[in-house]
């Protein structure tokens, strides 16, 4: 439960980025995962080549996440104004094959082990056998989540993120920069991304490959109602959960399908996810 809860908490994060710039933009990055990737290696590369400490590794994977969403938001998206949603999944998929070739020429696309913060001596509670690693994901996951939801509940800035993703003709009225809106959340998803990229790294192992975890984020983000932050926790959660349960009630080979059965299953039920509403809209 508790291994399933960490894998989850990342699977969130993961989910929670894709929302934020679902919501601001109705827009789908693919790309996301990519830029997770790319915000690990800065790290690992900051570690190894510079020499610098693991919290410092950690500043320079932010920034550096930071900067390649607003570069892509700016220099790709914003230029494409005629650009429908699924042009921009098309373009965003396209970009995630980039970031992964441009890796695999400067980095290799062999893996490579990351350090972690926490030790690897597990902790006994009563019978059970935690791993520190886990424990770690959890909390600094929890810690972020809490963070997000006072920005944006607390702060004129989360205000008007969430003014752009309700109605953004009627931000732009009440003088909301759309376009700034939609630039913070791209910078805001990959920030979260480079906070995952980190925290998964030293579990799955660094390597060009890790992008795919945007699968399991997009399908936790579904699975809670996609374009609802509580439901992207939820479902990453749920998902998580599940992955590491299934295998000891049924077979290990189809550990990685049971998420997505549920999913349909789910889905055939309650089409908006577990906590999304249905709304209507005026065309």
């Known amino acids: 439960m508790i291994s399933g809860l960490a894998t989850g908490s990342i699977y969130a994060l993961m989910a929670l980025a894709l929302v934020i710039v679902y919501n601001a933009t109705r827009t789908l990055n693919f790309a996301q ?3 997770l990737m790319v915000s690990a290696f800065l790290a690992w590369t900051a570690q190894r080549t510079l020499g610098l400490s693991w919290w410092a590794s950690i500043v320079i994977a932010i920034a550096g996440g930071a900067l390649l969403g607003f570069v892509v938001e700016y220099a ?3 230029r494409s104004p005629t650009a429908t949603p699924g042009d921009v999944l098309i373009i965003t998929l396209g970009l995630s094959l980039v970031l992964r070739a441009l890796a695999g020429m400067i980095w290799s696309h062999d893996e490579f082990p990351f350090p972690s913060l926490f030790s690897n001596r597990p902790i006994a509670v ?3 056998r935690l791993a520190p690693v886990s424990l770690g994901i959890i909390g600094a996951s929890l810690t972020l989540m809490l963070a997000l939801y006072v920005l944006f509940t607390r ?3 989360g205000r008007a993120m969430r003014a752009v993703a309700q109605n953004p003709r009627a931000a732009r009225l009440m003088g909301v920069s759309v376009e700034r809106m939609s630039s913070t959340s791209w910078v805001l998803a990959a920030m979260v991304g ?3 990229g980190v925290l998964v790294a030293p579990v799955v192992f660094l390597s060009t490959k890790m992008g795919l975890i945007v699968i399991s984020g997009f ?3 579904v699975l809670g109602g996609f374009g609802s932050m509580p439901g992207a926790v939820a479902g990453g959660m749920l998902l998580g959960v599940i992955e590491n349960l299934a295998p ?3 077979p290990s080979a189809i550990r990685y399908a049971v998420p997505f059965l549920l999913l349909i299953g789910i889905l055939t039920v309650r089409p908006t996810g577990l906590l999304g509403r249905a709304t209507a809209r005026k065309v």
Do not use: D, F, Q, W
């Open 219 to 221: 399908t936790a983000a």
């Open 248 to 250: 000891l009630y049924l």
């Open 33 to 35: 995962g990519e830029m």
């Open 126 to 128: 009563g019978p059970a």
């Open 194 to 196: 480079a906070v995952a």
């Open 155 to 157: 702060t004129r800035l």
């Open 76 to 78: 790709i998206v914003r």
